[in-house]
């Protein structure tokens, strides 16, 4: 058991020890909207991603969508999908099927040259 | 002391609501010595199929309460069938898993029915505030607590003047010696089951009349005031129940009042807590619980 | 690996962290519908740690299995020696009073010209430390499933030892239990202390993992999810929980055509499992069974000498 212990232990000091390095990454904002389609619970969605320090626009950035309940996490589980850029720079699009109506926390999740993730509450109502 | 007693009042208006659903958890808690985490949902699913002809076809209220009654029994039933029936003495952690189970499937398939987060609900009366000298008062929540009042006054007839309410306070006393004394258990349990989501019904049908308007946490509210009111009032216990109904009212009502909405469930749940630890068997009910269920000769709750 | 698969198995990865807490006092016997608040805490307070005060993740993930830790010894004092139900209910009613605490939590520090801390209702976001540091998706898997791994080795330990058998004693019957000489509180008390710290270390985890917790994610649902897990799994080894949480999550991402259906069908398929397996797919019994025909003898039956501390001869 003492053994055992010890062995835990080390593995933790190696862990802590491996700690990665120092980082500065950039950090970006993001402006979410999204609007209802035809078919229902599917939204198309409109995002503005902007460097949060500077206000410049993010171009070339590979964004990936995704939404999760809040109050049942990963009970629903969107499929990501990936955002086509829209016209102007800094601008995407993508389209979401949710599961059911409600409060949704959408992920934006950024790759490529800068690494971030926005989550943005939403609520989605169906239509009247 | 007006105000104190005009919100007092209001609490005991809430509460009777609060008493009824903890009338359906004790009834069920007290024949089966299990929780069943689907009441609130099979209430759900009657007024969700009351609300369902209301919003389609215009249903009169009277439709829409009957509907929402058998709704909530129909749902009771199947969860009792499934949940309970089928699972032995002893597996009381697998029942309520069980049925916690069924609770996702009961209010997705609600949520198919009406999706949205809420809709309108027919209300009983005019809305007119009635004036008792200088108290005020809503015509709705008199009537839940004149139906409360009914309620437990047909159910005490139920248990003290029937053969069925016999059956049901020997198999609450002691389940083996009722079945040895040829009480047919198994069949009381589901009418039991049954009666309980009877009412559970009703206490919907009138909340969300009161309210006018049925929302998509209906389940999860019930469920929970249901459960805290039994607490309060003592396992499984009757009588309890109604009390720990009214008191939850009068705390919450009040709570809202000096503190505020957030603070209001924030005090439900501490003084449920105080109460647990200080007197477990809550106001009515036994301090020993697990001594009752000893003599039960192996129908433990915990062990499977 | 696949950015979406890695979000999956990291899922799983810190959600069985707080199946693992639920199941951990069900073997004592315990049911409690509490465990997500301790999942709360640890998140917030890895989360303050190392978005707030700018200090290393380790540190962060090391105080939130603590503060899940201490918390469950505060909440655990006075509600061990209540029975059955009834703690199960004191649980949820401390459970929904924390969510609701952090409801009205309100904790915010300038950092690079932005407020960022927990800010009541809205949660807490920009828990930014794996982006900061440019840890990738997979880095921060492994090193979920590390922790995991170490966690796992913990309980495997543990049911060999003196200690674990102290827990399924207590868990088959107290009452016997204590007859034999076992000190049944204060060992529920450890029960509830280890449970509460893997909870709060699996919240530090999540907290990390999404960059963004909020109250409402903590409700009951969680909670009887996780005691959920266990039971579908199997409560005869710590995989029991694992497998729930595979079952679950996986059955998500596969049933992905029953879209508006799921819970309608994992519900029914749980209320089915149950009836035929009520102590899960990984009981005991199996458990025994498949260890008979691992191990080349079988096993000894724990006896009563060996808790009470006189070795076997």
Redesign the interface.
């Known amino acids: 058991m003492i053994a055992a212990r010890a062995l835990l232990l080390s593995l933790f000091v190696v862990m802590v020890s491996s700690a990665s390095g120092w980082a500065a990454g950039v950090k970006a904002k993001a402006e979410v909207s999204c609007a209802a389609t035809a078919k229902p619970l599917e939204y198309d969605c409109a995002i503005k991603l902007s460097d949060a320090r500077s206000g410049a626009a993010l171009t070339g950035v590979e964004v990936t969508v995704g939404a999760d309940m809040p109050s049942m996490p990963m009970a629903h589980n969107v499929k990501p999908v990936k955002a086509t850029p829209g016209s102007e720079p800094g601008t995407y699009r993508a389209q979401i099927k949710l599961e059911m109506h409600g409060d949704w926390a959408v992920k934006v999740d950024l790759a490529g040259p800068v690494r971030d993730r926005i989550v943005k509450s939403m609520r989605f109502e169906p239509k009247p | 002391m007006i105000p104190f007693i005009q919100t007092t009042l209001d609490g005991v208006m809430v509460g009777s609501s609060y008493g009824l659903l903890a009338l359906g958890f004790a009834l069920i808690f007290g024949v089966m010595r299990r929780l069943n985490l689907s009441y609130g949902p099979s209430i759900m699913v009657g007024a969700y199929l009351g609300t369902l002809l209301y919003i389609q076809f215009g249903a009169p209220t009277y439709v829409v309460a009957i509907v929402a009654v058998a709704g909530s029994v129909m749902a009771g039933v199947y969860v009792e069938r499934l949940c309970f029936a089928p699972l032995g003495v002893g597996a009381g952690v697998a029942s309520m898993v069980s049925s916690f189970a069924i609770w996702m499937q009961l209010e997705q398939a609600s949520l198919l029915m009406l999706p949205r987060h809420s809709y309108p609900f027919p209300s009983l009366t005019s809305g007119e505030l009635l004036s008792v000298g200088p108290l005020v008062v809503r015509p709705d929540y008199l009537i839940m607590l004149a139906a409360m009042l009914a309620i437990t006054a047909a159910l005490h007839l139920l248990l003290y003047r029937t053969r069925f309410g016999l059956g049901l306070r020997a198999i609450i006393e002691n389940s083996v010696a009722a079945s040895l004394s040829g009480i047919d258990v198994r069949s009381t349990m589901l009418k039991a089951f049954a009666l309980a989501s009877a009412i559970g019904g009703v206490a919907g049908f009138l909340v969300l009349s009161a309210n006018q308007q049925v929302t998509a946490m209906l389940g999860m509210w019930a469920t929970l005031k249901g459960l805290i009111a039994m607490m309060i009032g003592g396992l499984g216990s009757i009588p309890g129940a109604i009390v720990g109904g009214l008191v939850l009212g009068v705390i919450e009502v009040h709570s809202q009042t000096l503190f505020g909405p957030q603070v209001r469930d924030l005090a439900a749940y501490g003084v449920l807590f105080v109460l647990l630890v200080l007197r477990p068997g809550g106001i009515f009910g036994t301090a020993a619980v697990s001594e009752s269920a000893a003599h039960r000769g192996g129908d433990r709750w915990t062990t499977t | 690996m696949d950015?979406?698969l890695t979000?999956?198995l990291s899922?799983i990865g810190v959600?069985s962290f707080v199946a693992l807490s639920a199941y951990l006092l069900?073997l004592t016997?315990?049911?409690s519908f509490g465990q997500q608040a301790f999942f709360a805490i640890g998140a917030y307070t890895a989360g303050i740690v190392t978005a707030m005060w700018q200090l290393?993740?380790?540190l962060g993930l090391g105080a939130g299995a603590a503060a899940g830790g201490a918390a469950a010894l505060f909440v655990g004092l006075?509600?061990l020696r209540?029975?059955?139900?009834?703690f199960?209910?004191?649980t949820?009613?401390?459970a929904?009073?924390v969510r609701?605490?952090f409801?009205?939590f309100r904790y915010q520090v300038v950092r690079?010209?932005?407020p960022v801390g927990p800010n009541g209702i809205?949660?807490f976001?920009n828990i930014?430390y794996i982006?900061?540091?440019?840890?990738s998706a997979t880095?921060f898997m492994l090193?979920i499933y590390?922790l995991l791994g170490?966690t796992l080795?913990?309980f495997f330990?543990l049911e060999r030892?003196r200690l674990g058998v102290a827990f399924r004693m207590i868990?088959?019957?107290g009452l016997l239990a204590a007859a034999q000489g076992v000190p049944v509180f204060r060992v529920k008390l450890m029960a509830a202390c280890l449970a509460g710290a893997i909870a709060g270390l699996g919240g530090g985890l999540y907290a990390h993992l999404?960059?963004?917790v909020?109250p409402?994610?903590f409700?009951?649902?969680?909670g009887?999810h996780s005691?959920?897990y266990g039971?579908?799994g199997g409560l005869g080894t710590a995989f029991g929980p694992l497998l729930g949480v595979v079952i679950d999550?996986g059955l998500?991402?596969s049933t992905?055509w029953f879209?508006?259906?799921?819970?309608?069908v994992?519900?029914?398929l749980?209320?089915?499992l149950?009836?035929v397996r009520?102590?899960g797919l990984l009981d005991e019994r199996l458990v025994h069974r498949i260890r008979r025909l691992v191990s080349r003898r079988p096993p000894p039956a724990p006896t009563n000498a060996a808790v009470l501390g006189e070795e076997p001869s």
């Open positions: 950015d979406h979000g999956i899922n959600i069900l016997g315990e049911i290393p993740f380790w006075p509600t209540l029975h059955g139900l009834q199960a209910i004191a949820l009613a401390f929904e009073a609701i605490l409801e009205l690079a010209g932005e809205e949660g976001r930014r982006f900061e540091h440019d840890v880095q090193i590390g170490m080795f913990g330990l030892s868990g088959q019957d999404t960059t963004y909020e409402a994610i409700d009951v649902m969680l009887v005691l959920a039971l579908i999550i998500l991402e992905r879209a508006g259906y799921r819970m309608i994992f519900g029914g749980v209320a089915v149950l009836i009520p102590r």
